[in-house]
């Protein structure tokens, strides 16, 4: 996809091209900074520089706007950076980095999205940082996307972490792709025992080249939690509200993405969020039931991670051969997105299709088997059809309103820790870190 | 669970057990009816009546309420019937019965709820319907629970509608569990080419025995949807908000379940729903753009299925070799929930986690991988990471903003009808029946 056809006018007519310092006027309306490439989605009509500042805009010219090209191309393969000097008036909280659209920008060769190396690229991105809070340290272990993250990553991050706050800083925010942000959250809901500080996950929607750039307020709002709020544990920090207004802190075990590219689109399921977080440092807190923040407790790294485990979503007419094969690999635990109250293809007319014999399969195998709502919203209850009380007499654990992708996470925790089958389907349904609701609030299925 | 204290101490004091004839006052109130049993969802203080005129209500007995039994307990196990006579002065539709909660209830023997094997005996819950429409014809091809649905139901039931509609029916109801209604709305979809009447699949997430039965407003909307709307195509109607207000028209390739047990857990994903309708018969149009009616024109059922069809989630620390075993065990199609804008595993440190080399043999081998948006709200898009563009160089196809339910029953249809990868490849993103939206409305993402 390229400009419209005004802008693409306006461009070629001034030669100029991404990389270029451009001046723009429209109307009584001066505007210089370096063109950005466009990136695929969005306005086709609008264009995005980096101003002076470090601040993105994203302009809409019309045909009566006038371009000029100030400067040739520059060659900004080597993003700029910004220091972040130590200072002693402003809280002290870790800064873990790894990766994703909030430390990506465009190639100014390419056009694709590449990721930056350095937290000091960071920075340049989000200048009113630097006023909020002081990093004691900056880490930043690995620079990946988040869809290739494996539990070694996650143990990783989870040591750094407890590390981090044990040897004094106030809050941790740990920045990272959107993709599995969630699963992240979940893995180290679970790993940091006695968390008693806050753990804010960090990411953004558009990448720093962009107008859209919705790093900057995540980055303040997580900061400002981490830094000076009571709201321990996990959390993810991400935008409320399509616009630039406030951020929703939500528990990490009960969060999902749930669209693919909205700056809003990280919301709580089967839980209200905890607080509002505004960059301006005001909190709002929405459901107080959260672990309150006691710096004098020590966390603990515990990471031991099953690596056998499988998520599994079933659907219509699908081969139950999938549950032998895991069987056959041997797996020692699968989590079923089962689809309503809690069932799996059982009394099916083609025999071949029921997944009775391989369910029993796993049984008698020892392979823990739960159920997670495939609906999303909701809670399970293996009592009221008859399909879902056969599973619960061949020893499928039934998850209540557990998250399928939590539960991926804590199984694959929980058999890293016991090898004993009554004692794994006794945790699965412990609430650990806040993955089970006590009860069912209908407010929070938000339609 | 069971009854609050108060409501059992009100039952154990007359002696009353489900199937019992009672006699309820609470101050002037007065309720005379059989008690049904209590199921495990909801309030445990509320009981269920059904009243002499068929109809449940719920109530909700205080301490200063009496119970009294006026009969034994009767033998319902042979659940009541209602005849439907025909009627000349009333639109003629057809009836197809397959099962599933709106043809459920409790049974008065172990508690759990039981198929209802006549559509007679789903008429009986919901006399009002006589006064709405006639039925033709009323089948029952089979009577099993959603989750036990297969392919060669869904193409027993597209030739049921595709017969009836030919035959001289204004439109279709079929009632089916809820579980897995959307996925058999998109198999009717595809299947029921050249469709220019309405065939509205309808459901219950409440059973016929339950005060909160969904079922008659559902069906009422339905039939008159069926009988006198010029919405033609397959549209899902169902409860649209918690209360007994309203139902939602939604297409049948764009709806998902997304509560367990709420009545309106059906919601249109990445799409407007059609229309609201009111069981009195009013309708709101909200998207004009669907097929309008034309009773003239044939509909043919092509109802070709490829059984080697997978549909698999995936999540951070997968093992690729899930990939491996649907080669090896010769599937011809795999529709991938990918992360984000279409994401899987690729660049991870651990390059045993990468899915690379097992997408380039399913490439190699001529099977058709599909990516479809894990986050479910929103669209893919492949050319802004460089991970997705790894993918499409790959020859993986990025499936737009279809859900992912709908893209698994789309590649079995597709892969029925070609053996050609390039043609199934191009069929997969042709618009088919209104499975890929043309663009992306902000507000259908709802929260």
């Given at each position: 996809m390229s400009y419209s056809k005004t802008t693409k006018g306006l461009l070629d007519a001034a030669s100029v091209r991404p990389g270029d310092r451009i001046r723009i006027t429209s109307g009584s309306v001066v505007v210089e900074g370096l063109l950005l490439p466009r990136i695929e989605l969005g306005d086709t009509a609008a264009l995005t520089l980096k101003l002076d500042n470090g601040y993105n805009i994203g302009l809409r010219p019309d045909s009566d706007s006038t371009v000029e090209r100030m400067d040739r191309r520059q060659e900004l393969e080597q993003f700029p950076t910004r220091d972040f000097p130590r200072r002693d008036d402003l809280p002290a909280i870790s800064l873990i980095a790894t990766g994703g659209t909030i430390a990506s920008r465009v190639s100014y060769r390419t056009g694709a999205v590449h990721m930056l190396m350095k937290p000091e690229e960071v920075f340049y991105s989000v200048p009113e940082l630097a006023d909020v809070v002081t990093f004691r340290n900056v880490l930043s272990p690995f620079t990946i996307a988040s869809e290739d993250m494996t539990f070694r990553e996650y143990q990783q991050l989870a040591e750094a972490v407890a590390s981090e706050l044990n040897d004094g800083a106030l809050g941790a925010v740990l920045t990272h792709g959107t993709d599995t942000l969630h699963y992240t959250a979940a893995a180290l809901s679970f790993m940091l025992r006695d968390l008693r500080k806050p753990v804010c996950l960090v990411g953004a929607q558009r990448s720093a080249d962009r107008g859209s750039f919705d790093g900057p307020i995540n980055l303040v709002c997580a900061s400002r939690i981490a830094a000076t709020s009571d709201i321990a544990g996990v959390t993810l920090v991400m935008h409320g509200e399509s616009d630039d207004s406030y951020c929703l802190v939500t528990r990490g075990t009960k969060v999902r993405k749930l669209h693919t590219s909205r700056r809003d689109a990280f919301r709580p399921v089967n839980a209200p969020p905890i607080a509002k977080a505004w960059p301006d440092g005001r909190i709002e807190v929405l459901d107080n039931a959260y672990i309150k923040r006691d710096d004098a407790t020590t966390v603990t790294a515990d990471t031991a991670m099953e690596e056998k485990v499988a998520l599994l979503k079933v659907c219509p007419n699908?081969?139950?051969?999938i549950l032998h094969h895991y069987i056959d690999k041997g797996f020692r635990g699968i989590v079923v997105e089962a689809t309503g109250l809690g069932h799996v293809p059982t009394q099916t007319l083609n025999k071949e299709k029921s997944w009775l014999p391989a369910i029993e399969r796993a049984r008698d195998e020892g392979i823990i088997v739960c159920f997670a709502p495939q609906c999303m919203y909701g809670r399970l209850d293996p009592y009221v059809y008859e399909n879902a009380r056969l599973m619960l007499e061949r020893g499928v654990t039934f998850l209540e309103d557990m998250l399928p992708e939590t539960a991926y996470i804590k199984l694959a925790w929980v058999l890293g820790h016991t090898s004993d089958v009554a004692e794994a389907q006794r945790m699965m349904l412990d609430n650990i870190a806040g993955e089970v609701s006590p009860g069912s609030d209908p407010a929070t299925f938000r339609y």
């Open positions: 699908q081969d139950p051969g």
